[in-house]
């Protein structure tokens, strides 16, 4: 069975710095992405990577802050998030899909459990 398990949420500060992960189990994922909701709010995709890392795409809402990546050998999509802002709340949750790079949740068929970043000010 199919398994992603997300990890590294907590509680910072404005400015600083985390990175989360999403462990993949149970099959070979393609395409993974890094999505959000914040509460009160729709779901926002975040950054997404393809299987060989060649290419990415980064919301607008965090470019240049948030990276993304990937180590096939552990089965782990990283996102490293640098100078949090409060508007970053949210829960992220990975997600997996065959199809290749997309913007859109509903072409994800896979999704974690979701992991809370909350930045206070």
């Known amino acids: 069975q199919a398994q992603l398990v997300e990890s590294g949420g907590g509680l910072v500060q404005t400015g600083d710095s985390l990175r989360l992960s999403c462990a993949a189990s149970g099959r070979t994922f393609n395409t993974m992405g890094w999505f959000r909701r914040a509460p009160g709010k729709d779901g926002e995709f975040v950054a997404v990577?393809?299987?060989?890392?060649?290419?990415?795409y980064i919301a607008d809402s965090v470019l240049g802050r948030f990276t993304i990546s990937r180590d096939n050998a552990k089965n782990t999509v990283y996102l490293q998030m640098t100078s949090l802002k409060p508007e970053d709340t949210a829960i992220y949750y990975c997600?997996?899909?065959?199809?290749?790079?997309?913007?859109?949740?509903?072409?994800?068929?896979?999704w974690g459990q979701g992991t809370q970043v909350t930045v206070s000010s």
């Open positions: 990577i393809n299987w060989s890392s060649t290419v990415t």
């Open positions: 997600a997996a899909t065959a199809a290749g790079i997309s913007t859109n949740r509903n072409d994800y068929h896979d």
